[in-house]
């Protein structure tokens, strides 16, 4: 099983990231995050946490065999504010997904074995978000297409920059009690979000142990 990837990744024809973009907006209560004009409540959170948490122990799989950084709350929710921000995006480009072109990413994305829902568990998503995230995933590649004017490494990399531009302009926001993306991570502070909030304690708590 891979490693678990931190961004949107795009189904069979390989991983997109889309780079996510935080700022210090004030949130309104109850808000996990918000990704340009949607909100991630948390309540939506604590349900796909839940759900998440369930499927890893249901299909025998294991954070440490993922290389899940942190807690399981951090990884679902960095990848809900992907996925609400790559759909936006690719709504944004008018890129049209057919349910057809779903199913055949979901076949690709289960021919080298494993369920489907193994295969979520994987991306750090809950199984419930299967169809909606294989339909941005495509989206995201035919968007690169498109932006980079054909499929060839050149094109890729052309679509790339500028996916990552038109991502960056749809702002993230993340609840304080979640910390702040932990854009250094190391051993001493190895999860997704760190320096402020619930997370961020944690981590700063468990490198003073390390050093004391």
């Known amino acids: 099983m891979k490693s678990i990837r931190m961004a ?3 189904a069979a024809a390989g991983a997109s990231l889309v780079a996510l ?3 210090s907006a004030p949130l309104e209560a109850g808000a996990a995050a918000v990704v340009g004009h949607e909100r991630i409540s948390a309540g939506d959170l604590k349900r796909n946490v839940k759900e998440y948490d369930a499927a890893l122990a249901k299909t025998g799989l294991s954070a440490q065999s993922l290389g899940i950084p942190g807690s399981t709350t951090e990884v679902v929710l960095y990848q ?3 996925i609400e921000q790559a759909e936006q995006l690719v709504e944004k480009a008018k890129v049209n997904v057919t349910d057809a072109e779903v199913d055949q990413a979901i ?3 289960t021919q080298q074995g494993g369920s489907f829902e193994q295969y979520m568990v994987s991306q750090g998503m809950a199984p419930s978000n299967g169809r ?3 339909r941005v995933s495509v989206g995201l590649q035919k968007l690169l297409a498109q932006y980079g004017g054909g499929t060839d490494q050149a094109a890729q990399q052309r679509g790339s920059e500028r996916v990552q531009k038109e991502a960056a302009a749809i702002k993230i926001t993340y609840s304080p009690r979640y910390g702040v993306l932990n854009t250094q991570r190391s051993q001493q502070s ?3 979000f760190a320096d402020a909030g619930r997370f ?3 981590a700063t708590q468990d490198a003073a142990q390390q050093q004391g």
Do not use: D, E, H, Y
């Open 8 to 10: 949107v990744a795009a």
């Open 107 to 109: 076949a690709g994305a």
């Open 21 to 23: 973009t935080a700022c």
């Open 200 to 202: 961020g304690k944690a």
């Open 190 to 192: 190895p999860g997704l």
């Open 80 to 82: 809900l504010a992907n």
């Open 132 to 134: 909606r995230f294989m």
